[in-house]
């Protein structure tokens, strides 16, 4: 865009006139005026080629999530016309397929699996990545099929409970309450079943990068009232959240980078947030270890808590982060050994190299 605007013509002037003549600026500020728009006209071009290339790059993006939106909505429907028992027996050739011949992440899981579970041999690891890939395949035909299968009249029929008084009795504490869990079981349905009694929750997630996918997986979260904060730039709602007397469901198997809290877990060292155990050492709500595991076929649940840290009820984890962080971490390991076919061993959970306090902190104890 020009710098120097002015008319063509001067008011009371003739047509045919110089406006340069008439310009009461010095000559020198005309030269300046000339050459700063001559300059930038030079750079109009360029400036407006990005732009339309940005355009045309967004535009292309939009395009292409919705189509791999189009195609998870397909794949969704496909698996809604089966049912729970055919998706159970598709969900094993789908593991032999996922292990034996595609080999998804096959090197991950067999680092994963023989650094976790020394223990077994081979051929025992084999079965396990077998197992591993059906859960997850069944744990998205259970999401599929959740909605229309279980509902506030039957849910009996699908789920029990584990420690059903005590995990109660903190719900309906005025207290907020501090969930945490893992990759393990079926979590995802864990908020679901949990707002389809009455108990709404809120649960901090990365936004996915397919805005149409982000929607979609919001919309299942939110039915029955799991309100999802983003990972950046929510801790003004957390604290609304903890100060309300809400109940937060946390993942407390991620990765939190180098300067995380760095704890033992599955015989490896392991970054953990150290916001997790902040939430319940600032605020003083207790915090309490849940499962949602399949105990059955398909859409058949234990739902519950295995363990609680109150605030109220002082012990030896609740002196400081790292204490809090190696006792949900423990528990949390204990769930995974009971069930290893349950647990996501294909995401990269050990990553990074820990600081050498960690080592020195594992030789004083």
Same mark, same amino acid.
């Given at each position: 865009m020009e710098l120097a605007l002015r008319p063509q013509h001067a008011p009371g002037t003739d047509s045919k006139e110089s406006p340069l003549k008439e310009d009461p600026e010095p000559s020198g500020a005309q030269d300046l005026s000339f050459v700063v728009s001559c300059s930038l006209s030079?750079? $109009?071009?360029?400036?407006?080629?990005? =732009?339309? *290339?940005? @355009?045309?790059?967004? !535009?292309? +993006? !939009?395009? /292409?999530?919705?189509?791999?939106? #189009?195609?998870? +909505? *397909? &794949? *969704?429907?496909? =698996?809604? /016309?089966?049912?729970?028992?055919?998706? +159970?027996? =598709? @969900?094993?050739?789908?593991?032999?397929?996922?292990?034996?011949?595609?080999? *998804?992440? $096959?090197?991950?899981? %067999? %680092?994963?699996?023989s650094h976790a579970l020394p223990e077994l041999n081979a051929a025992e690891r084999r079965d396990l990545a077998i197992r591993c890939? !059906?859960?997850?395949?069944?744990?998205?035909? %259970?999401? !599929?099929? #959740?909605?229309?299968? =279980?509902?506030?009249?039957?849910?009996?029929?699908h789920v029990t409970f584990c420690n059903k008084r005590e995990t109660l009795r903190y719900l309906l504490d005025e207290r907020?309450?501090?969930f945490v869990t893992g990759h393990f079981g079926n979590f995802e349905a864990a908020g679901y079943v949990i707002g389809l009694f009455g108990f709404p929750s809120f649960t901090i997630a990365r936004p996915l990068d397919n805005k149409f996918l982000h929607q979609f997986v919001n919309d299942f979260r939110s039915m029955t009232g799991q309100f999802i904060l983003p990972k950046q730039g929510s801790a003004k709602h957390v604290d609304e959240v903890l100060q309300a007397g809400g109940t937060l469901s946390l993942l407390g198997d991620q990765y939190a980078g180098p300067k995380g809290c760095w704890v033992e877990f599955l015989n490896r060292p392991a970054s953990c947030h150290k916001a997790i155990a902040v939430f319940t050492l600032? @605020?003083?709500?207790?915090?309490?270890? @849940?499962?949602? $595991?399949?105990?059955?076929?398909?859409? %058949? &649940?234990?739902?519950?808590?295995?363990?609680?840290a109150d605030p109220q009820k002082p012990t030896p984890a609740l002196d400081g982060v790292r204490q809090l962080t190696e006792w949900s971490t423990r528990h949390l390991e204990t769930l995974i050994r009971e069930n290893p076919e349950q647990y996501w061993w294909i995401h990269r959970r050990w990553k990074g190299t820990p600081p050498k306090r960690f080592f020195r902190q594992q030789k004083a104890a």
């Amino acid at each position: 865009m020009e710098l120097a605007l002015r008319p063509q013509h001067a008011p009371g002037t003739d047509s045919k006139e110089s406006p340069l003549k008439e310009d009461p600026e010095p000559s020198g500020a005309q030269d300046l005026s000339f050459v700063v728009s001559c300059s930038l006209s030079q750079y $109009r071009v360029p400036i407006q080629r990005t =732009l339309d *290339i940005d @355009s045309m790059d967004a !535009a292309k +993006r !939009a395009v /292409i999530d919705y189509l791999v939106y #189009l195609v998870v +909505r *397909i &794949f *969704i429907c496909c =698996l809604q /016309i089966l049912s729970l028992e055919k998706c +159970r027996q =598709l @969900s094993y050739v789908i593991g032999v397929l996922a292990t034996d011949i595609l080999k *998804i992440r $096959r090197s991950l899981l %067999e %680092e994963n699996l023989s650094h976790a579970l020394p223990e077994l041999n081979a051929a025992e690891r084999r079965d396990l990545a077998i197992r591993c890939w !059906a859960h997850l395949f069944l744990m998205v035909c %259970e999401i !599929a099929h #959740l909605p229309r299968k =279980l509902h506030d009249t039957n849910w009996r029929q699908h789920v029990t409970f584990c420690n059903k008084r005590e995990t109660l009795r903190y719900l309906l504490d005025e207290r907020a309450t501090v969930f945490v869990t893992g990759h393990f079981g079926n979590f995802e349905a864990a908020g679901y079943v949990i707002g389809l009694f009455g108990f709404p929750s809120f649960t901090i997630a990365r936004p996915l990068d397919n805005k149409f996918l982000h929607q979609f997986v919001n919309d299942f979260r939110s039915m029955t009232g799991q309100f999802i904060l983003p990972k950046q730039g929510s801790a003004k709602h957390v604290d609304e959240v903890l100060q309300a007397g809400g109940t937060l469901s946390l993942l407390g198997d991620q990765y939190a980078g180098p300067k995380g809290c760095w704890v033992e877990f599955l015989n490896r060292p392991a970054s953990c947030h150290k916001a997790i155990a902040v939430f319940t050492l600032l @605020s003083g709500a207790p915090q309490l270890i @849940s499962v949602n $595991r399949r105990v059955g076929g398909p859409l %058949e &649940f234990e739902l519950g808590t295995t363990a609680v840290a109150d605030p109220q009820k002082p012990t030896p984890a609740l002196d400081g982060v790292r204490q809090l962080t190696e006792w949900s971490t423990r528990h949390l390991e204990t769930l995974i050994r009971e069930n290893p076919e349950q647990y996501w061993w294909i995401h990269r959970r050990w990553k990074g190299t820990p600081p050498k306090r960690f080592f020195r902190q594992q030789k004083a104890a």
